[in-house]
């Protein structure tokens, strides 16, 4: 018996292992769920329009030039906001984008463009930065609400019918070559190519 209470007694003085082991693993779980959680939150909200010009470099710019396009107001009352355009909703690109975004909060912070001519002066720098972005991943943001195989090409214009069936016969192109200033007002384009290489010919 005094053997049982001597092992009792030295089980209840040393670390409860096995218990601290779950106890370990239990804490880390929740713990996993709240950081997610407020991961997701997090991103969630920095996806909002709200978030988008909450600095006045983007409401005095950006948004004011939006308003008056279809992308904004129109007859179906579907709206796309700045995160529509501007973030993939896959999450691993969404994740890539938003890393990509950081150095826009440098930007804000050291006042980049927090004039209407410090803006004006970075338009065609900001446009042609986003156009790339827009050309490598195939319009990814566009086809997100706008797909060929959807598209009635008899009711559009003759040049976008031309431009359309030549982008679906060919697989070359892509939204973004010819969209141009849809939704923002366009910089200086003088130097800047309006329809891709060959498609006019």
């Known amino acids: 018996m005094r053997e049982l209470l001597n092992h009792y007694w030295k089980l209840l003085r040393q670390p409860p292992v096995h218990l601290s082991l779950g106890l370990l693993s239990l804490g880390g779980f929740i713990m996993g769920i709240i950081f997610w959680g407020g991961f ?119 040049m976008a019918q031309e431009m359309h069936h030549k982008a679906l016969d060919t697989g070359e192109g892509t939204c973004i070559d010819c969209h141009k200033g849809i939704a923002h007002e366009l910089p200086d384009m003088e130097d800047v190519p309006r329809w891709p290489e060959g498609w006019l010919e």
């Open 40 to 158: 997701n939150t997090a991103m969630e909200y920095t996806n909002t329009e709200q978030f988008c010009i909450s600095c006045h470099e983007m409401e005095d710019n950006v948004m004011a030039e939006l308003q008056h396009t279809v992308h904004y107001n129109n007859r179906s009352g579907v709206r796309a906001t700045c995160s529509d355009c501007h973030v993939p909703h896959e999450w691993t690109n969404k994740i890539g984008r938003k890393m990509e975004a950081s150095k826009e909060v440098w930007g804000h912070l050291f006042g980049t463009i927090d004039t209407r001519e410090k803006f004006e002066d970075k338009r065609l720098e900001m446009a042609q930065r986003e156009w790339r972005r827009l050309k490598a991943n195939d319009s990814l943001e566009c086809r997100n609400c706008h797909a060929f195989e959807y598209m009635d090409l008899s009711e559009q214009a003759p």
